[in-house]
């Protein structure tokens, strides 16, 4: 049968449609933008370092479990490891000076990169799956954060929270800070995820773990880069929430609704659940857009309760597209 | 190839669907339009209100949030209310601030979720001239109004009301709430103070309900089987305690509850019975007077910055007070002391439970 949807010649065109998921969902996000441009009164540099500061810990998040995803695992402790990482930092950070501060942030960031790296080990040793262990230790992190910071409190240095946020007190200061923080890590890791030994065995561990094995490719070492990478992003997740808050709080419920948005960011950013497949740039744009969701939704004058109703269809109906066009492709060859 | 064409294929429609969201937008920009002016203060009316609430699902939140739509609607000064009600903590609560901002109210009135966390988001929307007020609970803010029930004098006035029914002497269980959270704090150190007056009065029980009516009823039932009680102070699970004692088929004792519509009832009609009880006020009502002391601050009138809402007292010596509270069209759990005055204008329960913001 012909192929109706020839991929055009020129390279610049075909590295375009190669990564039309990515397009598409940075459309999507842009389009949402511009809508919800036209919704308020005012859309100028307030709400542009608003949205992007807030979506900062959801993005970082997303980040680190699409980069476990892609490597055929998924981690439901991610949002426990931001729980974590906020209350030690909020107790930690508070009243100290910024050197002090960024020891504290860039030890933090390696202390829960070496503990996931554990969890990853711990999975490829004991053939127990993912969601198993990942579930486990989720209760372990946030029952440790509850007792690193029994209620909400603590605080961070104004230069920690002026990093994340563009302002000393994390609220109307330069979009700048935050729009480089949220676009970079992404921008870094997808590259290097397409572009490096290490990056690309992670693709084809996913893909299919035998077969890298066969090839000689390290799939232990791996699976124990993309959980320490995750554990990493988490924790740049809890730094972004204290810099964002002011506080630490180590509820629970925060740390597991934000474990879900991540794994919805992933799905709707076309990361392949089954592994191996998938653009961790594209993660970013849908992080915001579920970010985004919510203010759209109540600018329209939507009864904030049915905005969940709403982002879960609208996550429905991106994956039906995707399962649409494999069948479409499957009736096609 | 089959990969590529796959994700071409998908690609494509999502690039489809952000077209249609793109095109969307058109036609449903048109009506918000009209950007509402912050600065202007001592405006006459057509104010546009915002409202945070960060605990979905609980029948006290949504009463709050009824009662300030139904004060809106019987100010005649609102245009708009704009509830933005999730289930989350400071994270969610600043965004959700901010994109209140975004649009442009004339005020917001918040239950918040943090003393401290929302401080800067709110000194950012009084900076731009929006009135801010949180209810319920306290921010230390500067410049943000703040409407409080009084917690310890809830308990005070109850457990005094009991220890003195008791004649000073006797057994009491006190059921609390929820350990560790402010209100039931709060509210222990005001059942202390209470205590303090009265030496004869020995608490032979401590219970934490959790607030949860299934929970207090089994508590209840445990303690009036098993021990010798003479009056029980409840933090608001009141209903639940008064059924066991029918259930067991025990004389009642002296009980202190809340303003709760199954507890007003049973204190009306089973008064013959032998019940003797007291009602103390704890409203939801509160969002109606944040959103009266926003209009004051609106308008010029310069209203007080804090605000601590004294509690009522209704005993079963008062019936006729019980009986301009009982709500018999209301659901037990409806919280029956909706009128404040001189803060609330619209006119009881059915107002408040009708839940319409203007224009609705």
Redesign the interface.
Known sequence: MT?R?A?PHHPLLRTL?????????W??L???L??YS??????GP??IA?ITK?SL?LVYLAIGQAIIVVAGGIDLSLGALLLLSNVVAARFMEGQPAGVVAAIGVALVAAMALLNAFTGLLIHRSGVPDIVVTLATSYIWSGLALWIL???GGGTAPEMRWLFTG?P????GSYWPPLLMILLPGMLVALWARNTRPGLTLYAAGSSRTAAQLAGLDVRQAKILAYALGGSMAAAAGLA?VA????G?P?F??GA?ATLNSVAAVVLG?IALTGG?GNLFSVVATGVTL?ML??IL????V???N??VIQGVLIA??MM??G???F??ER?? | M??????????????I???L??G???P??AP?A???ATEAPAQEGGFTIGVSNTL?GNGWREQMICAIKAEATASGLVDQV??????????EQ???L??L????VDAIILNPT?R??LN??I??AI?QGIVVVAVDQAVTAEGAYVVTNDQVAYARIGAEWLFETLGGQGQVVEMRGID?VPADTDRHAGFQEALAKYPDIVVSAETFTGWDPSTGAQQALDLITTTDIDGIWTSGIDYPVVEQFQTANVPFVPIVGADNNGFVQQLLELADDGLVGAAVTNPPAIGAVGLAIALDALTGKNPEQVTLLTPALFDTSNAEGLQGLYAPDQQVGWSTYVNIPPYTSYSGSADVSACKAPGE
């Open positions: 192929n949807l991929l449609w190669r990564n039309s998921w990515v397009l598409g969902v459309l999507l842009f389009g949402l511009f809508w036209t919704l308020i009164p005012v859309f307030f709400q608003s807030n810990p029994p209620s909400p302002s007190s994390g609220i109307g929430t964002i808050t002011g506080t709080d509820r419920a925060v609704s076309g497949v970010i919510n203010p109540i600018a329209m004058g009864n904030s309760n905005a969940q109906g991106v597209i995707g649409l066009s494999t479409l492709r096609q060859s | 089959k990969r590529r064409n796959r994700k071409t294929l998908g690609g494509l429609l999502l690039l669907l952000a077209l969201v793109a969307c937008a058109a449903v920009s918000a009209p950007a509402a979905v704009i509830v933005v009600n999730r289930n989350g903590g400071p994270t600043i965004a959700d901010e994109g901002i975004s649009q442009g943090d401290e966390g800067a988001v000194e950012a900076a560790g």
